[in-house]
């Protein structure tokens, strides 16, 4: 594989970046204008009514956050000018076809002048909505296929996927694609066409039936978890609605140069723009966060498992690496790439406990009061045997007395029996939804990524400007000193 220079690549490049108000598109954003300032534009699609409700999303929810703080130290008053020139809004939705675009000037404009798209828009919650999961994460990868295809200078582009479409399947998990209509556990039947008109016909059944927003929102969620997802071999909504999307990339691309990137667990910056910027509660960090806060009091996991985590510039680099080897370089099978660190450089849960009780100890958070909150080694459940014992000793059992309590005192305790109740039910839904990824036991087989490596090695002086090897972490050096930091400064409330 050869690999020319990557800031060469983008210089003079129009990129469409969808999604442009995500986590990963907006350290994609500020990289590419940190490092190629001579890029010719960025055209940022995001969910917007209007230019003026997209401009207030582009101020309020990318430019104005601190890691826009170096390239705003950079050049100093000229910032606003240069964001100017180089960005262009794009009110749009990708869950609609021809990605909603209103603005027929604008719409030929990209059509003309894109040379890269980098599809970065999905919903990552475990249990969403399953009639918007499937628009976005499946149906909208058919939308930006289909609008790409009349992008007449388009040279590559990148389709940002997640390594856990592999579902609950243990051992090596290769970089290989999934097939149309191919369901994890052999179950047939699965077609997306199929899908959509499920999702219709439920929700024409639910209006139909006068039933109310939040009981349309419950039913739209359990149709996506509990009935198709796990019916099909994938755990949770995401990870379902994700793989049939990574499916029409297969399917749909035709002769177009795509790359499909397949990050793990993404975490804070490791070093670009600064160390430790994250924003949101992002899976494994709300354990960290509920731990810091003293309200943590037992661990549902494998302590001797592997978690995969990888900084989110590593996941950026990766996606401009990959970029510019596959530009122009169109191929019959799905190039794919993991970026992860279970294989080259583990870490495992027993050392997140370790690191996050020695942080927390040294530096504990401060309560309401302004007191320091004292945390402790944590009870440990380390399958879901005991944590039902466990929940059953501790909530349920107290709960019976409770319900018992209310029936003798009239209802005296009812306001506080059913906050209880509704307390462990979201505990015990969550806990569904996390549990597949805390007695995981797959790592993420890496050749492909590695061969990257190898050649942005070969690159030289860039390879510094575009590092995405894992093995260059000390995970407690990282823990310790940038992610939880950066947590306790962006994320606790």
């Known amino acids: 594989m050869e690999l020319g220079s990557i800031t060469h690549f983008l210089k003079n490049k129009n990129i469409l970046v969808i999604g442009a108000t995500g986590f990963l598109a907006k350290i994609f954003v500020e990289k590419v204008l940190r490092v190629e300032p001579n890029v010719k534009k960025l055209y940022l699609l995001l969910r917007a009514k209007d230019a003026?409700?997209?401009?207030?999303?582009?101020?309020?929810?990318?430019?104005?956050?601190?890691?826009?703080?170096?390239?705003?130290?950079?050049?100093?008053?000229?910032?606003?000018?240069?964001?100017?020139?180089?960005?262009?809004?794009?009110?749009?939705?990708?869950?609609?076809?021809?990605?909603?675009?209103?603005?027929?000037i604008l719409r030929e404009e990209i059509c003309n002048q894109i040379d890269v798209i980098v599809n970065l828009a999905a919903t990552t919650n475990f249990d969403e909505r399953y009639d918007v999961a499937l628009g976005i994460n499946t149906l909208g990868v058919k939308h930006v296929l289909s609008f790409a295809k009349n992008c007449i200078n388009l040279k590559v582009l990148v389709h940002v996927s997640t390594a856990y479409v592999c579902g609950e399947k243990g051992g090596l998990i290769l970089e290989d694609p999934y097939q149309l209509g191919?369901?994890?556990?052999?179950?047939?039947?699965?077609?997306?066409?199929?899908?959509?008109?499920?999702?219709?016909?439920?929700?024409?059944?639910?209006?139909?039936?006068?039933?109310?927003?939040?009981?349309?929102?419950?039913?739209?969620?359990?149709?996506?978890?509990?009935?198709?997802?796990?019916?099909?071999?994938?755990p949770n909504t995401y990870v379902f609605t994700k793989a049939m999307g990574e499916m029409l990339v297969g399917t749909l691309k035709e002769n177009m140069s795509v790359v499909i990137v397949r990050p793990t667990i993404v975490t804070s910056t490791y070093k670009e723009p600064f160390p430790g910027w994250v924003e949101g509660v992002r899976t494994i960090d709300s354990i960290i966060v509920a731990y810091g806060k003293?309200?943590?009091?037992?661990?549902?996991?494998?302590?001797?498992?592997i978690f995969d985590v990888i900084p989110a510039d590593m996941v950026v680099n990766a996606l401009l690496v990959a970029m510019v080897a596959h530009a122009n370089?169109?191929?019959?099978?799905?190039?794919?790439y993991h970026v992860g660190s279970s294989v080259s450089n583990p870490v495992r849960y027993h050392s997140l406990r370790d690191y996050g009780f020695k942080y927390f100890t040294a530096k504990p958070c401060v309560n309401k009061e302004g007191k320091p909150i004292k945390v402790g080694k944590v009870t440990v459940l380390d399958n879901m045997t005991s944590f039902h014992r466990y929940v059953s000793t501790r909530y349920l059992l107290p709960l019976k007395g409770l319900e018992l309590a209310n029936a003798v005192f009239c209802q005296y305790f009812q306001g506080m029996y059913l906050d209880i109740n509704r307390k462990i039910h979201i505990v015990m839904r969550l806990v569904d939804l996390y549990k597949p990824y805390v007695f995981f036991s797959g790592v993420f087989d890496n050749m492909n990524t590695e061969k990257l490596l190898i050649a942005t090695r070969q690159g030289g002086e860039e390879m510094n400007l575009f590092y995405f090897d894992p093995k260059m972490i000390d995970w407690e050096?990282?823990?310790?000193?940038?992610?939880f930091p950066g947590i306790v400064k962006y994320v606790f409330k």
């Open 182 to 234: 191919v369901s994890l556990n052999g179950v047939p039947g699965l077609d997306i066409d199929v899908e959509k008109k499920v999702v219709e016909e439920h929700l024409n059944m639910l209006r139909e039936e006068g039933a109310k927003e939040d009981d349309i929102k419950m039913a739209m969620k359990d149709l996506g978890m509990k009935g198709l997802a796990n019916a099909f071999g994938w």
């Open 52 to 104: 003026e409700s997209a401009n207030r999303r582009l101020h309020n929810e990318i430019i104005r956050k601190d890691l826009f703080r170096l390239l705003k130290e950079n050049l100093g008053a000229k910032f606003n000018t240069f964001v100017s020139e180089k960005l262009t809004l794009v009110p749009g939705d990708i869950s609609q076809e021809d990605l909603n675009l209103k603005d027929s």
């Open 329 to 336: 370089q169109p191929c019959e099978t799905d190039i794919i």
């Open 294 to 305: 003293g309200k943590l009091t037992c661990f549902l996991a494998d302590m001797k498992a």
């Open 477 to 483: 050096d990282y823990f310790l000193n940038i992610h």
